[in-house]
């Protein structure tokens, strides 16, 4: 053995599986570690200067010769840059900040430098340096940063910092208003609430990643097998992965029980296919007689350094959403005003005295104008949108993992979706095969399978009228004149060609109860038909053999240098395998040579798309007819043909095969071209149809979302053609739509080409490849998603996850949408993360996806209802109750500036103490906070009509125009309350608190009535409780009130006449507004 053996590593795949009894796949990992940023796949080409002046819109014949035109042409639009002082006011300060603390963090935490590493198989000990943990940790803080990293993540806001300062003020006495409690209680309330749902979803995560981590595995030791968590594996361990079982870190392929060496894995968590890979293992590990001489050969793992050839990440995401934001900015104006009041106040005084201290009192006594009540209100209320969510039974199963961003769901532009496992089962069915003159469908494969009966058996009969000791015949090609074959002859000649020309494996399953090492696995194997599966590298291959076997011709064994076929009459067929080409993305085709033991014919087999084998097939006025009527159907379609050759034309070939594959210049070349020369006039055999099948209910969801305003874009790992046929199969392309599909480029002047080409056209949707997508990206990135945004629908395929998370972040910095990705992969991970609502659907990709995302849902389906119902039910409450909330504190502040008016511009407080305190709790919290339930449409009408998700989208149920009009409600009913009081009281001033104040909570409950458009029992009963603790509270409050007083009714009426006049235009607006101008759901509703 040497010393130094060279093991390829297997990136962490997504599952294992194994042909024999228990499959089980040694590995070695590799170790975890950061990624290396990988160069850009095309350099920087050697192109003339005039490539940067030229216009999108050159012909080719310019851009072949007319160098001078190109600067007479328009340039491509620039975005103007801000400069100076402008550039600084308008954000440019953040990105100083940012810039400062990047740098900062930069010189505290330098990345250690990534370098190749040995790795001794077993001992970890022996490891030069250290490695991170194998475990997964979504948890955004430790027990230290708990409470410093909740704090900071609420004082970012402006709305909390403000009142932390308002609040510690108070700690000064010569600014002192009212009681410590007064401003304490409500922020302590605030963050109680707050520090509490964090540490819920905390604890959430932590239990996710405690599950996740807590998987078992047996690792191999010189004393045998023992168990260990998944967060206990280290670098160099030897672990047994066990079929069906998921592989829990990078690895290296050593043995399986497999006496071949061979293992077929998934790669569903890394490129999203579900589709088996064959690999086989290391031949000198595989070469020994058992496992525990793995620990006698000294072996080590030579290991490059970390590459970013796949996608990974670390740590998590806070996430806010855009609804936060714009309430931020509507509380800095909110602030503005604040101070402009203030110094208006001051300015009416006169500055007399100490001005700069009335300045601050005035700043404090208004401070109500910035309600704290409005995060605690918000953050509630997105809980409640999250139970809701979670509770409804139309759509089971679905978990808020982020409960910050409901609202999000409810003003998307931009749906990205993974194909394999989202939209698709990916499963496929085979369902059509036509043969020129005759289809077959689904419910005609009975005649199919009488066909292949009548054929196998007059076969049989003719073998068995042959002498026991003849030699078996061979038949040379014929130069007689064509003569038609019959319908059985073809069929049969189809069905074979099916059942050999692929990479299938039949695999058994073990008896029950038998465990053994490699050399007692065949033995223990069960070969019945019911104990059979099939095992390839694509599920077309599958749903190709396994259609086989439903009409008779089955594949019953297979290994590297034959095949095995049981036909409709039981008997054995034998085919030597003498040459297998691969499909390549390249090809398009794979093939086969193989020669029938029993007739030593010797025959070549060929399946592949049909632009590939159109020139290959002999001449036919049907192929590209039923291919184009396959594709409308939503079928994945192979042409099937085959070539029968002499022993001489083989053992030319196999000379000629041999020679090319031992050149040193140019190898795949000429192996390519000694290939082709066998494929020239092959007999058409058949056209094949399998259906990718679909999530239930995909179509009408795609429907709906687009009648919705919402515009999707698939992004897939698979080849082209497969996603143009799921694009049209699902109507993610209506059938009236053209498809452009982007050329492969690889230079800026073929992609300057081809963006011309798209641009010339109108209403189609858009094919493009991740090589070319990159190529684009890299010299015209505006352009290409300018053009990519305006068409109607966009696939782009053979993406890696980091171009998907890459095409996300250019969305989002284009268009300045909203945008939501959706996978089930965790290839789909990244894509989740870039984008401003994740979700993930939990299925046969594991859980990766769910668990990363926002929101995890079960099928696809259930994406339709959680946006057109719930997302829009929350942005338009979230909307509603922030408005509101705002409303309440600007109408005690008008109040306020009122009554300081009048009273000399004097900065004492109206009221005080437990008032102040009851206002934003008990008397109006129930009622306010009720809001959360109100809808303006039933979830069926909205389902029905998802038109009404436009409207969400160009954000008018919460702008500064409705602020605006809130704003002016509020200066007006507080003015009113206010002068009211004032012009009715007689004697006491109490009598004004009295008045004003009930005046007011019953304004607040009225207005609360008044938003209302569709009530529920919980409304009434919040109404009622809160005007209920008031009445009651009023006993108790001699402090602020004249018992004697509000007992009368002088006082009742009073108060009736100040409410009535506060409250009563506003009705009467509302009334003529739904009868001159009703809004687009009010129709539904009548």
């Not at 004082?155 to 409690?181: H, R």
């Not at 599920?539 to 089955?554: C, I, K, R």
């Not at 009459?569 to 033991?597: A, H, N, W, Y």
Request: net charge neutral; hydrophobic share 40%.
């Amino acid at each position: 053995m040497a010393d130094q053996i060279p093991l390829y590593p297997v990136r962490n795949a997504a599952g294992a599986a194994a042909p024999n009894r228990k499959r089980a796949a040694y590995y070695s990992a590799a170790g975890p570690g950061p990624g290396a940023d990988r160069r850009g796949r095309y350099q920087l080409e050697d192109e003339s200067a005039h490539l940067d002046e030229m216009p999108l819109m050159m012909s080719e014949e310019g851009f072949e010769n007319e160098e001078g035109d190109y600067h007479t042409l328009p340039r491509a639009r620039l975005t103007r840059r801000r400069g100076g002082l402008e550039w600084f006011v308008c954000g440019g300060w953040k990105f100083l900040c940012s810039s400062c603390c990047d740098w900062l963090i930069n010189i505290c935490q330098r990345k250690k430098e990534l370098k190749a590493r040995t790795v001794w198989l077993g001992c970890p000990e022996k490891c030069e340096e250290k490695h991170p943990r194998n475990s997964i940790k979504n948890q955004k803080y430790n027990v230290f940063t708990f409470i410093p990293g909740v704090l900071y993540e609420q004082f970012k806001f402006f709305l909390n910092l403000y009142f932390l300062v308002v609040s510690c003020s108070q700690f000064v006495p010569a600014l002192k208003i009212g009681y410590l409690y007064t401003y304490w209680a409500p922020l302590g309330f605030v963050l109680a609430v707050t520090v509490v749902r964090e540490a819920i979803d905390e604890f959430r995560r932590f239990q996710r990643d405690k599950d996740v981590n807590s998987q078992l595995y047996s690792k191999l030791t010189v004393r045998g097998k023992v168990q260990v968590k998944s967060s206990d594996i280290q670098v160099g361990d030897l672990i047994i992965v066990e079929k069906n079982q998921r592989i829990p870190s990078d690895m290296v392929f050593l043995r399986t029980s497999e006496k071949a060496g061979s293992c077929f894995i998934r790669t569903d968590q890394l490129d999203g296919e579900t589709d088996w890979k064959l690999k086989v293992a290391v031949s000198c590990t595989q070469r020994l007689p058992a496992l525990g001489d793995l620990f006698s050969i000294s072996a080590y793992v030579y290991a490059q350094k970390p590459q970013l050839d796949i996608h990974s990440f670390e740590g998590t995401f806070t996430r806010v959403g855009l609804l936060d934001l714009e309430l931020n900015q509507l509380t800095k104006a909110l602030f503005l005003a604040l101070v402009a009041l203030s110094v208006v106040m001051v300015t009416l005084q006169g500055f007399v005295g100490p001005w700069y201290r009335n300045l601050f009192r005035f700043l404090l006594l208004f401070s109500y104008i910035i309600p704290i009540s409005l995060r605690v209100n918000l953050d509630m209320g997105k809980a409640a949108y999250g139970w809701m969510m979670m509770k409804d039974e139309n759509i089971p199963g679905t978990v808020v993992r982020t409960s910050t961003i409901p609202e999000e769901l409810g003003r998307l532009v931009y749906l990205l979706t993974d194909k394999t496992g989202t939209l698709t089962q990916n499963e496929m069915v085979f369902k059509r095969l036509h043969l020129g003159t005759v289809s077959y469908g689904t419910d005609t494969m009975d005649e199919i399978q009488s066909h292949l009966m009548n054929s196998y058996s007059q076969v049989h009969s003719q073998a068995a009228g042959n002498t026991p000791g003849s030699a078996p015949l061979r038949r040379a090609p014929s130069s007689a004149p064509k003569i038609r074959k019959s319908v059985s002859s073809r069929i049969h000649e189809a069905v074979k060609a099916l059942a050999l020309c692929h990479n299938v494996t039949p695999v058994y399953e073990s008896r029950a109860g038998v465990t053994g090492e490699t050399e007692f696995a065949e033995a223990d194997q069960d070969f019945s038909d019911e104990n059979r599966t099939y095992q390839a590298s694509s599920p077309d291959e599958v749903a190709l053999v396994q259609w086989t076997e439903s009409v008779g011709l089955t594949l019953v064994s297979r290994d590297l240098t034959s095949m095995q076929l049981r036909t409709p009459g039981g008997q054995i067929l034998t085919f030597c395998v003498l040459q297998m080409f691969p499909f390549t993305s390249e090809s398009k085709r794979m093939g086969v040579i193989v020669r029938d033991e029993s007739t030593a014919e010797i025959t070549f087999y060929m399946k592949g798309a049909d632009t590939a084998m159109a020139a290959i097939v002999q001449y036919n006025d049907w192929l590209e007819e039923e291919c184009g009527n396959m594709a409308r159907e939503g079928l994945r379609t192979l042409v099937v043909a085959r070539r029968a050759l002499t022993e001489e034309q083989y053992q030319d070939f196999e000379s000629r095969y041999s020679q090319a594959k031992l050149s040193v210049h140019d190898r795949m070349l000429k192996v390519a071209a000694v290939v082709e020369s066998l494929e020239r006039e092959m007999e058409l055999l058949c056209l094949t149809g399998v259906e990718d099948q679909l999530q239930a209910d995909v179509r009408p969801t795609l429907e709906m979302l687009r009648n919705a305003g919402i515009k999707i874009w698939m992004l897939t790992g698979d080849k082209l053609e497969t996603a143009t046929c799921i694009a049209k199969s699902s109507h993610l392309v209506s059938r009236t739509q053209d498809i452009h599909v982007f050329r492969p480029v690889a230079s800026r002047g073929e992609a300057h080409l081809e963006l011309n080409a798209l641009r010339r056209k109108h209403d189609c949707a858009l094919v493009i490849s991740g090589d070319s997508l990159e190529v684009c990206l890299k010299y015209y990135q505006h352009e290409l998603v300018e053009l990519a945004c305006q068409c109607p629908a966009v696939v782009c395929c053979r993406c890696s996850p980091t171009q998907k998370a890459h095409v996300v972040k250019l969305l989002q910095q284009h268009t300045g949408r909203r945008t939501c990705a959706v996978g089930d992969g965790g290839n789909d991970v990244s894509m989740i993360q870039a984008a401003d609502c994740g979700i993930g659907i939990e299925g046969k990709e594991g859980r990766q996806a769910s668990l990363a995302a926002d929101f995890s849902i079960t099928q696809f389906r259930h994406i339709g209802r959680l946006l057109v119902v719930h997302g829009r039910n929350s942005y338009k409450r979230s909307a509603a109750l922030g408005q509101f909330v705002m409303h309440r504190g600007l109408i005690i502040s008008t109040m306020q500036a009122v009554f300081s008016s009048v009273f000399y511009f004097a900065s004492v407080p109206l009221y005080q103490g437990f008032l102040m305190v009851g206002y934003a709790t008990v008397y109006t919290m129930f009622p306010v906070f009720s809001l959360v339930l109100d809808q303006d449409v039933k979830p069926e009408m909205a389902m029905l009509y998802p038109e009404l998700y436009k409207d969400l989208t160009k954000g008018r149920a919460l702008s500064f125009k409705t602020f605006l009009i809130w704003v002016l409600i509020s200066i007006y009913q507080g003015a009113i309350l206010m002068y009211g009081a004032l012009v009715l009281f007689e004697s006491e001033f109490v009598h004004v608190v009295a008045i004003s104040f009930t005046a007011l909570i019953l304004t607040e409950l009225l207005m609360v009535a008044l938003t209302v458009r569709t009530w529920h029992w919980l409304m009434v009963v919040a109404e009622l409780l809160s005007l209920g603790c008031y009445v009651a509270s009023l006993a108790f409050l001699n402090e602020y009130f004249d018992v004697a007083f509000i007992t009368s009714a002088t006082f009742l009426w009073k108060v009736s006449a100040v409410t009535v006049v506060s409250c009563l235009p506003l009705y009467v607006l509302k009334y003529l507004r739904r009868k001159l101008s009703p809004p687009r759901y009010s129709k539904l509703t009548s």
